[in-house]
């Protein structure tokens, strides 16, 4: 059985969790005025990123490399960008981030309400991503502006303010190509952007538009998801006092990082990824034929009280095995261990530069589809 719901299963105003942790139990899939068939339980949503051959990733009309990818091509452009992504070649940047963030938190003001995701998250995003591509800082502040912009955009749902945004994004990606060309088309530099712009697949180097693509997988979509994941991470902080103190007594990475995944999976900005189906498939006893456009709805599948019991339960350890905030399967996100290193270097530094973090008089306001988490969340540093 199916539901036919306005828009989508998460219309403004609407938080995601609680909708979604509402139909689960009567409507494992949803099937919405978009003709758009979404899975919320566990099962169904892990079945599906497992199965790649029925469940393709090819749904963009714009070229996505390498997410958009399936079978034999998706392996071997993840073969090629892989090794910029693996903890070695990540660890040279640690120290980096570590004095990027320390930085930012000694400037932050104190006892004064600031916004968690514009404020720090963003910044934070802008500076450590800039570093680690070997971008110019001048280029920090429209990068900036460039994320509220894109969640503004996203959640106005206007096509063409979308299609601005990503134009701009585009041109900024294209001021740092081109100095890096050299006369006789040569890459000049030796930083990671031009690293990437080295790389082969099948033979031959990446297409112009195929770099631009991976840029825009690398920033675009990771400087919007530090933001709402550090809004995430600070709203639980100053909202769960024992919990920052559990934190602030001293924890290693590991167990620091495994409380990171669990509070994202709590509260998962990562709504929701698309795919197409092959072939006509049954997932819970409801048919979806062949052509249909599916969502893979990350949020509700990390909510499923089949799986975690209480959904808001907090259990690192126990509930690591099960979860999907990073995905799952072929197409389980290639960025995974750099979120994870920046996210605990922000929480780090934010935790040692300061004395408390505590909610500010304003109420956080939620984030709406088709992205999760918090769109501000004011917060007070002493």
């Given at each position: ?160 303010r979308l299609a601005a945004v990503a134009a701009e994004f585009d ?212």
């Amino acid at each position: 059985m199916t539901d036919h719901l306005p828009e989508e299963i998460s219309p403004a105003g609407r938080d995601a969790r609680a909708l979604t942790d509402a139909l689960r139990h009567r409507n494992p899939v949803v099937h919405n005025v978009r003709d758009e068939w979404v899975l919320l339980r566990h099962a169904d949503v892990k079945a599906a990123a497992l199965d790649d051959a029925t469940f393709s990733s090819a749904v963009s009309a714009h070229l996505q490399i390498p997410n958009g990818l399936d079978g034999d091509e998706h392996t071997r452009f993840r073969a090629a960008l892989d090794p910029f992504l693996t903890p070695e070649a990540i660890a040279p940047a640690e120290p980096l981030f570590a004095a990027l963030a320390a930085r930012l938190a000694s400037e932050l003001p104190r006892g004064d309400a600031i916004d968690a995701v514009d404020e720090i998250g963003a910044v934070f995003a802008v500076r450590a991503q800039s570093a680690w591509l070997g971008w110019p800082a001048e280029l920090e502040d429209p990068l900036v502006a460039w994320v509220s912009a894109n969640h503004a955009a996203s959640r106005a749902g206007d096509r063409d303010r979308l299609a601005a945004v990503a134009a701009e994004f585009d041109a900024l990606i294209e001021s740092v190509l081109a100095p890096r060309r050299g006369p006789g088309g040569e890459v000049l530099g030796d930083d990671l952007t031009s690293a990437l712009m080295r790389v082969e697949v099948d033979g031959r180097p990446l297409r112009h538009e195929e770099i631009v693509s991976v840029l825009r997988n690398w920033t675009g979509g990771d400087l919007g998801s530090i933001a709402l994941c550090v809004g995430v991470l600070l709203h639980d902080l100053a909202s769960q006092p024992d919990l920052q103190r559990r934190l602030r007594a001293g924890v290693g990475d590991a167990e620091l990082d495994a409380a990171i995944d669990e509070l994202l999976r709590i509260d998962d900005p990562f709504v929701s990824n698309r795919r197409v189906t092959t072939c006509p498939v049954t997932m819970s006893g409801v048919d979806i034929p062949a052509g249909a456009k599916v969502k893979l709805h990350w949020t509700s599948a990390n909510r499923d009280e089949a799986v975690f019991g209480d959904p808001d339960g907090f259990d690192p350890v126990g509930h690591a095995a099960d979860n999907l905030v990073y995905g799952i399967g072929r197409h389980v996100c290639p960025g995974r261990t750099l979120a994870t290193v920046e996210l605990r270097i922000a929480v780090r530094a934010l935790l040692e530069a300061t004395s408390w973090i505590d909610r500010g008089e304003d109420h956080p306001v939620r984030e709406v589809h088709p992205v999760g988490g918090w769109a501000a969340v004011p917060v007070i540093l002493t």
